[in-house]
Structure formats: C-alpha cells, structure tokens
C-alpha cells in the first residue's frame, strides 16, 4: 500500500497511454516474431516503463501509471492474452489508424494476470504514490471485436466481464489503490440499453472490490446517456471535457452529478501545449459549476498520451500540475 498524502482536492492524475519508448516497440515487435517469451517480453519493457514513471515525476503527478508501453492495442493486448480469442485482419479505427481486429473464435477464459507484471513494476518505481491499475473494459473489448462463437453480444460482453473480474482481483489482491476500466467504446453507441449493459459488466467486474473504482469514457455524445451512466457501480467517473469545450459540464449539473470526476484539461489531440494560466481558468470552470465539491474533482488528459510526441507529452502534464497547484493554493487546500 502506498503511504504517499494525496492533495486534498484536485489531485492530478493520467488516462493511460504515454508516448511508446523504442525499446518498448522494438519488444512488441519481437515478440509478434516469436523470438521472446511473455516473461521476457515484460523484462524488457521494464526501461521504458522506467522512462514513464520518471517523466511524471518529473512532472509532479500524484497518480501515476505504467504508460502501457506493453500495449500495441488496448483491445489486441488483452485479446492476445485470454484464451478464445483469435488474430483479425487489420481495420481502420479513424483518420489513417488501423488495428488487427480480433476474433472470438471460441468461449472466453482467463489464462492468467495480463498487465499485473508491468503494474507492479511502476508501482516499485513511483515512490510511493500510488499506480492506477488500468485494463480495456469488457464492453470495449467485445464492440472492438467480431464475435464468431457467442452469437449474442450481452451473453458475450457479461462473460467477457467475468473473465476480467479475474485482472481485477490480483491488482485488488496486489493492494491497487486505484483500479481503472477504460470503455470508449460506449460514448461511440450513447443509447440506454448499451449503458445498461456496461453497468451490468461493470457490476460484476467490481463487487465487493475495496480499491478506488474508476471509468473512463471519452468523447462522442456522453450526454445523450448521463442519467444511466450516473448509476454506473464506480467512485469515479473520468470524462474527456477539453476537447469538446467542456459541453458536459452543464449537463453535469442538469442531472446532479455527485461522484467523484476526472476532468480531462489536456487535449490530446493538439501539440499545442496549453499553459498554466489556460488550464488554471479550465479546472476553474468545474469548480465554478458547483456541482461538487474540490476534493472530488481529479484533473487529468483527456485521454492517454500515446499519440503525442513525448516532449509535448512533458510539458502538457508539468504544466497541468502547476495549475492544480495554483488552483489549490488559491482555495485554501495546500
């Protein structure tokens, strides 16, 4: 457990992803060839997660991540390492990006821990702050799929959520303070019964887990499903807000938000990096909501780093923390 004292309020924190080291590609690389085992696939990738780890200290994170530089896809990584599944052909996401979408082939098993290893690792490296333990929600994995042995997308997305219960019990068992399932996909079908069925999987992913329980959803029409997505069994729900010129926020207040947020103020589309002052006046916006209280709002990207260049990656996030700071300073939280 991490003995690290969190800011009373606006404790900054990352989505993710960060900009992949060499080493951490050439490792993927290696291992898609057969030329090196799982075990040593993870020793590999150990320096650049190191890497990671080192620039948000540097830049003054209170919640870190291991950067998911092990992670080619955040569906194909899992997809790789449970049992049922079987390699896709390359399909375009958006703009000129494409991924091998994998098959279910067959029914779903867990094999063993995917991304423990590389999360215990930047855990012993992060000074005892705490490391969100971070994996690709059932709902995401199956609608980024083709389905070949369920016939029924429910049946498959709550078996999916059993099996990635067992991820979630060994970081539990490990002591993961903060435990975060990524569903993007949802925010691309914002209607209410695939709301309903991510809450369902999000049940079951969850019960009786004592660590921090997040989700992460980014862009798309979140508003059209906020009343259901409020009832999701989590502490905290973590929104991308820069991107779209913070839209949820009156809807936010519309519907009573009362849980904890992740307010995305980095937009991670954009080389461009905002400064101290532009991001002071957006953490700004949520508390002048008032909708809840400093102490429950974290500030963050919007979503991972991976697709910035790292210098640009830095500099955002140092400038995010000193905003934090300003704000923290300025309402009586130091």
Not at 186 to 200: G, N
Not at 312 to 318: E, G, P, Q, S
Request: proline letters at 4%; hydrophobic letters at 40%.
């Amino acid at each position: 457990m991490s003995d690290y004292t969190l800011p009373r309020a606006f404790a900054t924190t990352v989505v993710g992803s960060y900009p992949r080291m060499k080493i951490a590609e050439e490792a993927i690389r290696r291992r898609k060839a057969g030329e090196i085992s799982e075990e040593e696939f993870h020793e590999i990738v150990k320096p650049a997660i190191r890497e990671v780890v080192s620039d948000y200290l540097w830049a003054g994170i209170d919640i870190l991540s291991d950067g998911e530089q092990s992670r080619e896809d955040m569906v194909v990584y899992f997809a790789e390492r449970i049992e049922g599944y079987d390699r896709g052909d390359w399909v375009l996401v958006f703009d000129n990006v494409y991924f091998r979408k994998p098959i279910v082939k067959s029914k779903l098993r867990y094999i063993g821990p995917m991304a423990v290893m590389d999360w215990e690792y930047a855990v012993s490296l992060a000074r005892n702050r705490p490391v969100k333990a971070i994996f690709t929600g059932p709902y995401t994995m199956v609608d980024w799929s083709f389905d070949l042995a369920y016939g029924d997308k429910r049946e498959l997305v709550l078996d999916m959520a059993r099996v990635l219960r067992r991820e979630v019990e060994e970081f539990a068992k490990r002591g993961a303070q903060f435990i975060q399932v990524d569903e993007p996909a949802l925010s691309t079908k914002p209607i209410r019964e695939e709301a309903e069925l991510v809450k369902e999987a999000l049940e079951i992913l969850f019960r009786g887990i004592e660590a921090k329980k997040i989700v992460h959803i980014c862009f798309g029409r979140i508003e059209k499903i906020l009343p259901y997505i409020l009832d999701f069994p989590v502490d905290q729900i973590d929104l991308e807000m820069k991107n779209s010129s913070f839209r949820l926020i009156p809807f936010l207040k519309e519907y009573s938000y009362s849980k904890e947020i992740g307010f995305g103020v980095i937009d991670v589309h954009s080389t461009r990096v905002e400064s101290v002052d532009e991001i002071e006046q957006d953490i700004k916006r949520i508390v002048d909501a008032d909708i809840v209280g400093p102490e429950k709002i974290y500030v963050d990207p919007d979503c991972g780093l991976k697709r910035l260049p790292r210098e640009i990656a830095r500099a955002k996030l140092k400038n995010m923390v000193a905003a934090a700071r300003r704000v923290r300073a300025e309402l009586g939280y130091e």
